[in-house]
């Protein structure tokens, strides 16, 4: 099954080509798929929220900052965050660094297990 081609623009993230978003594909539906999920929801989340660029960060002051393909907040100012999520995701143990459980979301398939985890709470 293939994904869309050619371009997408988005209000809000401008133009970009379908290949940012399902080169990720196989990370989506690993997680995606057990919890019944259409994978064109999750690639959707990821437009918004970082135009599929795995490395994209927003400096949030009121929620903390965002990482990642579906901006995961790890350390929330004034709420906990995921970080706990974050470290079980991508293995690590509990004591891990602030600065490793950030750079585990840079990782594709972790941001997109975590941000499924997340969406799937609510």
């Known amino acids: 099954m293939s994904g869309p081609t050619g371009k997408i623009a988005t209000p ?5 080509d ?6 990720h594909d196989a990370a989506i539906r690993e ?12 690639r959707a989340h990821i437009v918004i929220e970082s135009g599929g660029h ?9 929620n903390g900052p965002s ?3 579906m ?11 995921w970080h706990k999520l974050v470290k079980e995701k991508a293995g690590l143990p509990d004591n891990a660094s602030k600065q490793r459980v950030i750079d585990a979301l840079y990782d594709p398939a972790i ?4 941000g499924v985890a997340i969406l799937e709470d609510f």
């Not at 379908?18 to 080169?23: D, M, P, V």
């Not at 798929?33 to 929801?41: A, K, L, S, Y």
């Not at 941001?111 to 975590?114: D, R």
């Open 31 to 42: 997680v995606s798929d057990p919890v019944d999920w259409p994978i064109e929801r999750v």
């Open 111 to 114: 941001n997109i297990a975590v």
């Open 71 to 81: 901006q995961i907040v790890p350390y929330g100012n004034g709420w906990d965050g």
């Open 12 to 16: 809000g993230v401008g133009t970009l």
């Open 18 to 23: 379908w290949e940012t978003i399902t080169r």
């Open 54 to 62: 795995p490395r994209a960060m927003q400096n949030n002051l009121h």
């Open 67 to 69: 990482y990642g393909l």
